[in-house]
């Protein structure tokens, strides 16, 4: 079974703070990707990563920025948090190939206060 | 641009059966998924489809229109368990490394 495991469940944190969400998985797949999830907007993809040191804006990257230095581990910072960032973030793992799922870890919540 | 429509909420009654609904415009097509999401919880993968046509796996059946660019999930036999959120997503074609644009995602509450 695919395991992606995000380092914590709830997170608050203060505006200004520089913040950091870890994400790892262990199927060895290529693709990572980071979403916001919002009432009524669904998931939004912000940054994924095809490869390691390799990263590719989403569709909302702005206030954000990413981190892959390993194959297993892709990380989401928030450089200067701001309460428009309050939300739900998952992470998601996948294979390039076209009829392979994202499998996805079960979310961090966090508030920025 | 991207668009993928689904419908808000549904309420049906346990052992019923309900249909839901996607359709999308997107400027590629590499496949739709269906995941379920329960509250709180991962999104789980439900179904694929790439060509047209139905695909079913026991009470989960998911098809697809890519001329019409829709598809839907038909969720039969429901169970109280079934009430969770259900997401279309669609993967585009180009150059997507898998990437996908999701729905905003439909509230199912069964009811006893």
């Known amino acids: 079974d695919v395991k992606v495991t995000q380092s914590s469940r709830y997170l608050v944190k203060r505006t200004g703070e520089k913040v950091f969400l870890e994400c790892v998985q262990d199927m060895d797949h290529e693709n990572m990707f980071w979403y916001r999830q919002d009432p009524g907007l669904g998931l939004r993809l912000i940054y994924f990563s095809y490869d390691v040191k390799m990263k590719e804006k989403g569709d909302i990257p702005e206030g954000y920025s990413v981190s892959r230095e390993k194959k297993e581990r892709f990380s989401l910072i928030l450089e200067s948090a701001s309460t428009n960032q309050t939300s739900m973030y998952l992470c998601a793992s996948g294979r390039t190939s076209s009829n392979q799922p994202q499998h996805f870890g079960d979310g961090t919540r966090l508030s920025i206060l | 641009g991207q668009n993928i429509d689904q419908p808000t909420e549904m309420t049906a009654t346990e052992g019923a059966i309900v249909q839901i609904n996607c359709t999308y415009q997107?400027?590629?097509?590499?496949?739709l998924f269906w995941y379920q999401q329960h509250a709180g919880e991962a999104p789980t993968f439900l179904s694929y489809n790439v060509l047209d046509g139905l695909e079913e796996k026991g009470r989960f059946s998911s098809f697809l229109s890519r001329s019409k660019g829709y598809s839907y999930l038909l969720l039969k036999e429901l169970q109280m368990k079934d009430s969770a959120s259900y997401l279309c997503?669609?993967?585009?074609?180009?150059?997507?490394?898998?990437?996908?644009?999701f729905g905003a995602g439909t509230q199912v509450v069964v009811t006893p």
């Open positions: 997503a669609v993967r585009d074609g180009q150059g997507s490394w898998g990437k996908l644009q």
């Open positions: 997107t400027s590629g097509f590499n496949g």
